[in-house]
């Protein structure tokens, strides 16, 4: 999905150091492969085993290639002091835990309540639905799945723990569907899709990873460095637009200040500030990539020239000069 742009982004320098965060069943590692000169790296990671087994395949086959079974947050350890070239994050599902029932994400098929990337790690949503509060239930499907009806939905889904009719992920769709209103069954979704994608975010604490994982990203990027990111909610997007724009505007004086005092220096620099959408043949072949958006960012240079673009002012925010202190 956005895949040229996305690659074409991440191999700015051929003999660079890349990063794919979010391996998957590499499409875009072996994108970057075929583009790296042989003297380039690429460093892979995904949570889940499956997906790292896939990768296991691909580095016997090719040197520049390494894969590590390691969570993004954990970036910095598993790139172990290297600074890099590029980062790549592609978030979400890959097609095979959507598709496979066993993995526990689907609501088409019937498979186990587990919903972990990494099945080795964490509770699964089966345990944890045995040990939260409707309160707490209501909050996490209203905020992780913009659902107007959480309320309803963490009393249904909660009733029917109790009463033993949630077995399976299947059992789990038929309940969310029931406990919304007529009207609000029908449209172009699932009606279980944003109580799904609310319970995936919290099983795997997806939002924390994000968050730790830009940040380990951007230290880690050399001058010049590029951050890509690949989001496909709101939620995810939103992480990744307000973390880039802390650093390419990180100024926190009052705006009434006529000059700046924080003396907080940009260090990144947007590349694709307005998100880039999937095409309408990428539509055709794949309609999960309706709510793809891909944003791009550049570490400034150590001269700070990068990070001073929109007010010319080397060593200042994009709005004031700092004072000195
Ligand atoms: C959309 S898929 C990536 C597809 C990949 N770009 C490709 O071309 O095949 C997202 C992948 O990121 C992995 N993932 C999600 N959150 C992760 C995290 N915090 N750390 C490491 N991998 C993660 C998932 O397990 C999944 O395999």
């Not at 066993?102 to 587990?114: T, V």
């Not at 040990?131 to 963490?154: C, N």
């Not at 449209?187 to 995936?200: I, K």
Request: net charge positive; with cysteine; charged share 25%.
């Amino acid at each position: 999905m956005l895949a040229q742009p996305f690659v074409a982004a991440l191999c700015h320098r051929p003999d660079g150091v890349v990063v794919d965060a979010t391996f998957g069943r590499g499409g875009h590692s072996r994108m970057v492969l075929d583009r790296l000169a042989p003297n380039g790296r690429l460093i892979a990671l995904d949570r889940d085993p499956q997906a790292v087994a896939c990768g296991e395949r691909l580095q016997w086959q090719d040197a520049r290639f390494q894969i590590h079974h390691a969570a993004f947050s954990d970036l910095e350890r598993v790139c172990g002091g290297t600074m890099v070239d590029a980062v790549g994050f592609d978030f979400g599902l890959s097609s095979p835990q959507l598709d496979e029932a066993e993995r526990g994400f689907s609501f088409s098929a019937a498979g186990p309540l587990d919903m972990r990337m990494n099945p080795q790690q964490g509770a699964s949503l089966a345990a944890k639905l045995g040990k939260v509060s409707h309160h707490r239930l209501t909050q996490i499907i209203r905020d992780y799945g913009e659902e107007r009806y959480a309320g309803r939905i963490a009393r249904a889904i909660l009733a029917a723990r109790k009463e033993g009719r949630l077995a399976t992920t299947g059992d789990l769709a038929e309940v969310i569907t029931k406990a919304l209103p007529g009207r609000a069954r029908h449209g172009d979704h699932h009606p279980a899709t944003r109580t799904f994608q609310a319970l995936r975010i919290w099983v795997n604490d997806e939002y924390r990873q994000i968050d730790d994982g830009l940040a380990a990203a951007i230290r880690l990027l050399k001058p010049g460095g590029v951050l890509a990111a690949i989001s496909f909610h709101s939620g995810e997007d939103a992480r990744v637009r307000d973390t880039i724009e802390s650093h390419v505007h990180p100024c926190i004086c009052p705006p009434q200040l006529p000059v700046c005092g924080c003396g907080r220096v940009a260090d990144m620099r947007w590349l694709q500030k307005k998100p880039l959408r999937a095409d309408g043949d990428e539509l055709a072949r794949n309609p999960r990539a309706r709510s793809a958006r891909l944003r791009i960012a550049v570490k400034c240079d150590d001269d700070g020239t990068a990070g001073h673009h929109q007010c010319g002012q080397p060593g200042a925010c994009a709005s004031k000069q700092p004072t000195g202190r």
